[in-house]
Nanobody
Framework: QVQLVESGGGLVQAGGSLRLSCATS????????MGWFRQAPGKEREFVAG????????YYADSAKGRFTISRDNAKNTVYLQMNSLKPEDTAVYYC?????????????????????WGQGTQVTVSS
């Protein structure tokens, strides 16, 4: 049974930082590209960041570039999202996702349909 469990969300003031973690089990993590998405109330789920199986390639939404960093520890089967300089518009539920079938490439990391498994999400709230 594949499980993705996010943690690290919370309430933070604008300009602050949070580090999200996504612990996985039940899949060959080192062979799975990973992604972070978010969904704000009344909005569609949007891509935030993606990382290749080895961690050698990373991809970011324009809104995340320069502020967020995605990383992974294949020994711990965990992917991270370090978020700095947070803004109120970053408020959303953040989800991690796993590309179990290895369909992601440089042009598709941002496509939710590439990912096969999703976590339950963790709430991030940034106050102004």
């Amino acid at each position: 049974q594949v499980q993705l469990v996010e943690s690290g969300g919370g309430l933070v003031q604008a300009g602050g930082s949070l580090r999200l973690s996504c612990a996985t089990s039940g899949l060959t993590f080192s062979r799975s590209a990973m992604g972070w998405f978010r969904q704000a109330p009344g909005k569609e789920r949007e891509f935030v960041a993606g990382i290749s199986e080895s961690g050698g390639r990373t991809y970011y939404a324009d809104s995340a570039k320069g502020r967020f960093t995605i990383s992974r520890d294949n020994a711990k089967n965990t992917v991270y999202l370090q978020m700095n300089s947070l803004k109120p518009e970053d408020t959303a539920v953040y989800y991690c996702a796993a590309d179990f079938l290895q369909r992601a490439n440089s042009g598709t990391y941002s496509n939710p349909s590439v990912y096969d498994f999703w976590g339950q999400g963790t709430q991030v709230t940034v106050s102004s």
